[in-house]
């Protein structure tokens, strides 16, 4: 899935529709990649202890998913893994290139593309078939295949079934797409994915596999109407909005899935879009621990550049009669990232610290309870006090509904009716600027 991925405001026309192909110097067909040289009981004893681990966390439970995780061979769309090597911080970054089939790099590839960490693939958009082995500096990673838990999450709640037609959005190396394809059947699964070199890779990988699913090149914001509509719709990329197609893309009964990007890496949201079979359209907003990146274009806010400065000036002492909402009080920390624009929590941090970079201002719990350290022009825990206050007056919402049908074009959120509702608008996909496949 893409780390980095697709554009920016859908475009007057739509994307071509070719089944991209590995682009090969002599021109000649390429061959189907080779398997690492593991035993079959290697990679599966992996795949099984991946699985156990998942369900002993609760994150997994009976169902096609745990059939399709324990069926793929994730190592043939996985043979290789950049680690990083320098710490947090570092410019330019130190990388090392793990080769799958390379006996010195074995072990260790194969214990990372079957934890929970995110398998990262790509820098700067490179073509994905010939990669050095070994260190290698500079750069940034420009696709990655997600974190196992967060797949499961995504597939399990989009409620997948054989027999029906999915389209992957900023599919990246193809894993979700290949365990959706292994529970819809062949020929029902489709990626849209914008970087050419990751595309081709995929395709030809998953051709390997064999599970009769297709990676189409393009702009995934413009979905894929080609072959709509679809039953299950999952982006991989994070959007600041629901761009206007997937929606029309989605069938009847039909359900889809994509993170709401704001401003903030701290606090995404997850939307869960479904069309009712008489053609209703509605769509519930979660605020949830982790979610996909951004679309490329879109940046984040950051606490790195304030830290030494905090730590130096952590600011002035005042009391407090909030004491710091607790990490999973996720209703609260999405409307934060809406109505307490502008701030980044650093998670690195000792205490809870809350930095709004572009105004110079920062929070510090503590020292003590009941204390907050306050610097800057702008004091963000007082926004915090107040919009807790509003939050707990609109009966501490955990979830929010998402008005889509606007015929201003606005995308509205409210938790519900009455005088102290919580409310916003999304921005708009034309506020990223627009870059083309």
Request: proline letters at 11%; a negative charge.
């Amino acid at each position: 899935m893409n780390e980095v991925p697709n554009s920016t405001a859908p475009p007057t026309a739509a994307p071509p529709d070719p089944l991209v192909q590995p682009v090969l110097t002599d021109n000649t067909v390429p061959a189907a990649p080779l398997l690492p040289p593991q035993s079959a009981a290697e990679t599966a004893a992996a795949r099984a202890a991946m699985v156990a681990r998942l369900e002993k966390s609760g994150e997994l439970g009976r169902g096609p998913v745990r059939e399709a995780l324990l069926a793929l061979p994730r190592e043939v769309l996985l043979p290789h893994a950049y680690v990083r090597v320098s710490g947090p911080g570092a410019d330019p970054i130190d990388w090392r290139l793990l080769d799958g089939s390379h006996p010195d790099d074995r072990q260790e590839w194969l214990e990372l593309i079957h934890s929970d960490e995110s398998i990262l693939l790509q820098r700067d958009r490179e073509p994905l078939d010939a990669l050095p082995r070994g260190p290698v500096t500079g750069g940034h990673m420009t696709s990655m295949s997600t974190y196992t838990p967060a797949t499961v999450e995504a597939l399990q709640a989009m409620e997948l079934g054989s027999g029906q037609r999915y389209l992957e959005l900023g599919p990246g190396p193809g894993v979700s797409l290949a365990l959706a394809a292994a529970i819809t059947g062949p020929g029902l699964a489709t990626g849209v994915e914008r970087d050419g070199h990751m595309a081709a890779f995929a395709q030809r990988n998953l051709d390997h596999l064999g599970v009769g699913a297709e990676v189409i090149e393009g702009d995934a914001l413009e979905g894929h109407e080609a072959r709509a509509p679809y039953d299950r719709i999952h982006s991989g990329i994070g959007v600041p909005c629901v761009p206007v197609p997937w929606v029309e893309q989605l069938a009847p009964g039909g359900r889809l899935l994509t993170t709401l990007a704001t401003r903030t890496p701290s606090w995404p949201g997850h939307l869960l879009v479904t069309r009712t079979t008489a053609g209703t359209v509605e769509a519930v907003l979660r605020g949830r621990p982790r979610g996909y990146r951004p679309l490329l274009g879109y940046r984040w806010l950051t606490a790195l550049d304030h830290r030494a400065r905090i730590k130096a000036d952590p600011g002035t002492a005042r009391s407090t009669p909030l004491a710091p909402p607790p990490d999973d009080a996720y209703g609260f920390w999405l409307a934060a990232a809406y109505l307490a624009p502008g701030v980044v929590r650093d998670f690195q941090a000792e205490t809870m610290t809350i930095v709004a970079p572009e105004d110079d201002s920062w929070a510090v719990t503590g020292p003590g309870n009941g204390t907050v350290r306050v610097h800057g022009p702008r004091d963000v825990w007082a926004e915090l006090e107040d919009l807790h206050a509003r939050w707990e007056q609109a009966g501490r919402p955990e979830r929010y509904r998402v008005d889509l049908r606007d015929s201003s074009g606005g995308q509205h959120v409210t938790s519900g009716a009455g005088p102290k509702t919580l409310s916003w608008t999304l921005p708009p996909l034309a506020a990223v600027p627009r870059q083309t496949p």
